[in-house]
């Protein structure tokens, strides 16, 4: 089992973009926050609320994305936060945010990756907590998606993951297995987008959800190709796909060892397998060396 040093941001930095879901104008700020912290967010515009730790046991249920909430404040869309903040292997940090949702972007991480990138990251005295996958543990739902985490000879983390809408899907089949570090993540990794199918979006308007956003802010799909966009690689949303996984592992609070090999799984499994494994390793925590700190 190989592990590594805790990590924080060299200093505090602040982005704002706007929500899908909830519309709002959104001003999010990233501190750097001491050893053993983990991710917290904090509704700024909330007067009095208490910090929100990004975990699995503060997750609740949202359609097509990751919320998590504490005594009566919430903070939905945060994989793709969660995401950046895994991939670049921060693991300490106070999340401020004045409004319910975390930012689009672009509908990637890449934005948010470039920013932690130029405040620069530090090292911490204390080890990161790690769990090694040692038993095949799997979750599935009844329309054939599964997600899968096995025993891997290696101590790093890969995830593969195999997306199949159909025959008539303007999507076509895709497969790819990463091994997730910092350097893939920012190779590979942060720069693939949000998509959405054209007929989609006008449902999703319906509902009041995207009205400050266009073609061009992220990626819709129609029958004959991406509308008012291009793609930044020919298999951007399996690479998606995998950014989705990994900001979702993330709520486990620790690094993950093994592969995870997902077919149409999506945020709802993905944390299903989280408390799975978070479950079969909690009564371990006193006896293992993935607990140092």
């Known amino acids: 089992m190989r592990t590594r040093n805790q990590r924080t941001l060299a200093r505090s930095l602040e982005c704002t973009g706007v929500g899908i879901f909830t519309n709002a104008d959104v001003k999010i700020r990233f501190c750097p926050a001491p050893e053993n912290h983990g991710i917290q967010f904090v509704r700024t515009d909330l007067a009095g609320s208490q910090p929100i730790p990004a ?49 689009c972007f672009d509908g990637s991480s890449q934005e948010l990756s470039l920013e932690f990138l130029e405040a620069g990251i ?24 599964f997600i899968q985490a096995k025993p891997l000879n290696r101590s790093v983390m890969a995830v593969g993951y195999y997306l199949n809408y159909g025959e008539d899907s303007p999507i076509p089949p895709q497969c ?49 190709g991406v509308i008012d966009n291009e793609l930044r690689t020919l298999d951007e949303c399996v690479r998606h796909k995998i950014l989705d996984c990994l900001g979702d592992f993330a709520l486990i609070g620790c690094d993950l060892q093994g592969y995870f090999c997902a077919q149409q799984s999506g945020h ?26």
């Not at 993540?185 to 995207?210: D, K």
Request: glycine letters at 4%.
């Open 55 to 103: 975990l699995i046991e503060y997750a609740v249920f949202k359609q097509r994305r990751t919320a998590i909430e504490f005594q009566g404040a919430s903070v939905e869309m945060i994989e793709h936060v969660m995401a950046a903040l895994a991939g670049m292997q921060i693991d300490n940090c106070r999340i401020e945010i004045n409004a319910p949702e975390a930012p």
């Open 122 to 145: 530090v090292e911490q005295p204390f080890k990161r907590d790690v769990i090694c996958i040692e038993q095949p543990v799997s979750v599935e739902d009844d329309s054939g998606s």
């Open 176 to 224: 790819l297995t990463l091994e997730i570090n910092p350097d893939t993540w920012m190779n590979q990794l942060a720069f693939s987008r949000t998509f959405v199918l054209e007929e989609e979006v006008e449902a999703m308007r319906g509902l009041g959800y995207g009205l400050k956003l266009s073609a061009e802010d992220l990626l819709v799909i129609g029958q004959q």
């Open 268 to 293: 709802a499994l993905n944390r299903e397998l989280i408390k799975k494994i978070k479950s079969t390793h909690q009564s371990r925590l006193s006896e293992t060396a993935w607990k140092v700190a």
